[in-house]
Every structure is written in C-alpha cells, then in structure tokens.
C-alpha cells in the first residue's frame, strides 16, 4: 500500500522539507515527523498531505512524544516515591488539552484529601506500599465522605500506582484491591413556592449590608438555573430585554462548563427582578456584572434553619428552576438546552424524571383510555 512505507525505505523514498523533523514520503506524498527523543529515532505518520496542517502536527506529536518518553522511561536506579509519581501525573494534567481547568483542579483537590488522610504517603516509595496498607487506608478514608469523592480518589490512587509500574518500580497495582462503593443520587427535597418566598424574605430582612444582595443572587440562580460560576460573570449587557433573554457565555476559567454559549429565556420573574435592580442601582454599566455578590451559602443555611426547610445549596437552585420549568410543562429537551446540557435531555430525565408526588398525581390524573 502506498500510505505505508516499508520498514528501511530507500533514501530516495523521502523528500526533504525546510522545516526541522518534517519529511514527506514520495509515493503516498504524506508528511512524516523525524526526530530523535533521547537517542531514540521516531518516524510517525502526521496523516496529511498538506504543509500547513502537517507543521501543526507535527508540533503536537513532537510535544506529546517527549512527554511520553519522559513518562514511560524506566527508572534505572528502582526507586521511585509516591511525591514523584505525583508530579508525573500532573505532567500528564497540564499536557491533556482535553481536560477543562475544574477538572485538573478536583485532581489536585483529590491528591491533597489522599495526603492529609494518609501521613507519610508522599515520602514512601511506590514499591514498598502494600495492599494491607491501602484497604487499611479505605477503611478509615470512606467513612466520612461522599461515594462520589471516594471513588475519584480511588481512580487516581490507581492511576498513580500505574506510573511506578510503567516505571518499572513494581509489577502490581495495590490500589485495585479497593472496591469501589455505589453512588447514589442525591434526593433532591426542594422548596414550594410559598418556601422560597419566605426563603428569599429571610435572606433580604437578615440585617447585614449584603443581605439584599444574597436574597437578589438566590432569585437570580433560581430563576434562570444558572450555575454559581455561570450567574457570577453574567454582566448587563448579556441581558437581552427586547429579546427577552440572557446569554451564558463560555469561558475556559469561570465560565460555562461546556465552553459554550448559551441563551436562556427571561421568565416574568427574572424580568420582574432585573428591573428592580436595575431601577434601586445608579449608573449601571453595560461591563458591570448583575450581581454583586458571588456566593450566598451562609445566608442560605440561616433562613433555612429560620424558617425550618431542608438546607439547600447555590446548585440546589438550579435543579428548582429545572424543576419547576417541568412542573409548568416545558419538555425536558428544551429545559436540559436552557441549561447548557450537551445530551439531549439524558441527563435531566434522569434527575428530575421522579417529580414531586403530587406533580405526579397531577400528571396521571390527565391518563384516560
């Protein structure tokens, strides 16, 4: 086949470029990348023949094969640490350009919790570390925290344990003696409607100066079913009000989780709220953002308590917008859409498929044959 060049080509085969570890095979006219990672030779396909998409692969392969040498080489001395096997899985974080910024931020939040709760372990080194020692470790570590967060940092345990073997520092993985645990989804016990009012009531009447702002971000989250991210860079100039709509812009560092932008209707509550800011708040900027606060936790926790309902968190708003747009009618793809789900409403089935009972009372007494 003329894409695939034989093993030892002769020299005439191949056609030198102006560009360094780029070479091009006559017969098929594909680009190849040529270079030398350590004295070893690396000849790889870059799948094109065309120059300008072949120097920009070939960048890519270059990076990624250094890295994958660096990775892969064996430690001739036979030793290697649990820190440094650390360090190399962050090498591989940083060069992944697949992985969202809160993504490489909750590994390194589940490194630091596998740390703290085992003393010692960074200093000890991959091939002295025990399957006594890591049951014994999940044992203690599972009993006081979620199944989710067990089981990441379990799968990051694991994949540190895989670098000392690639390495070539040990031959087994201790970690996969640990069983995952089930994941349960949390039952969502969200306010009715005349709870939220007297929830949003007891944020703005609490008596600290950001008391009216906590109580406008809550109706903000709720209304629009933002995430706490999301509301926190929505600026006045997202705000449609001819259209009637708010634009949730991407952003690699703080904003959507998908990187995307997406458009979400004003409800007559939104629109309601957003000119009562609007009208008690001078010299508005088009660059200011709509809320001035970012986070609202703590006045949360004290109405909740006040007024005697189950806590509720920021993201708890956002399954009550989802949830009331259902209540109203409004089919679960155009509410997983509004808020920025990517699956066509897989997700939001899943989540808010159980409604309230009396919703669905409501709902099966419409059922006739």
Not at 115 to 127: A, F, T
Not at 249 to 272: A, C, L, Q
Not at 292 to 316: F, G, P
Request: with cysteine; proline share 4%; net charge positive.
């Amino acid at each position: 086949m003329k894409d695939s060049p034989p093993e030892s080509p002769p020299e005439s085969l191949w056609q030198k470029t102006n560009y360094a570890n780029l070479i091009r095979y006559v017969p098929s006219r594909k680009y190849y990348a040529r270079v030398r990672i350590k004295g070893k030779l690396i000849v790889r396909s870059l799948k094109t023949d065309v120059l300008s998409v072949a120097k920009l692969r070939l960048n890519d392969l270059e990076k990624k094969e250094r890295q994958r040498v660096e990775l892969i080489t064996p430690n001739i001395t036979g030793r290697m640490t649990f820190q440094q096997a650390i360090e190399k899985h962050k090498l591989r974080l940083a060069g992944d350009l697949s992985l969202k910024p809160r993504t490489r931020q909750y590994h390194q939040e589940r490194i630091t919790a596998l740390l703290v709760s085992w003393p010692g372990l960074d200093s000890k080194e991959i091939r002295a570390i025990t399957k006594t020692e890591c049951l014994d470790w999940a044992a203690t570590f599972g009993k006081d925290i979620s199944s989710t967060n067990f089981n990441h940092t379990i799968g990051i345990l694991r994949k540190l344990f895989e670098i000392g073997i690639e390495a070539g520092v040990r031959y087994d993985n201790p970690a996969r003696q640990i069983k995952r645990v089930k994941e349960r989804n949390k039952r969502l016990k969200l306010p009715e409607a005349d709870q939220f009012t007297k929830l949003v009531k007891s944020i703005a009447t609490a008596g600290s100066r950001h008391s009216k702002h906590c109580a406008n971000l809550v109706m903000f989250l709720a209304f629009g079913g933002f995430r706490k991210s999301e509301a926190a860079n929505i600026k006045w100039q997202d705000c449609d009000f001819e259209k009637q709509e708010i634009i949730v812009r991407g952003d690699p560092e703080t904003g959507t989780k998908n990187w995307s932008i997406r458009r979400v209707p004003m409800i007559p509550d939104m629109v309601n709220l957003l000119t009562q800011i609007k009208a008690k708040t001078n010299n508005i900027s088009a660059d200011s953002t709509v809320m001035t606060v970012r986070e609202a936790q703590k006045s949360i926790d004290s109405a909740c308590i006040e007024i005697k309902i189950t806590r509720i968190t920021h993201h708890d708003l956002r399954h009550l917008f989802a949830t009331r747009c259902i209540e109203a009618g409004v089919d679960i793809p155009t509410v997983a859409r509004w808020m920025g789900h990517k699956d066509g409403g897989a997700l939001a089935m899943k989540t808010y498929g159980h409604l309230r009972n009396e919703h669905s009372q409501a709902m099966a007494a419409k059922v006739k044959f």
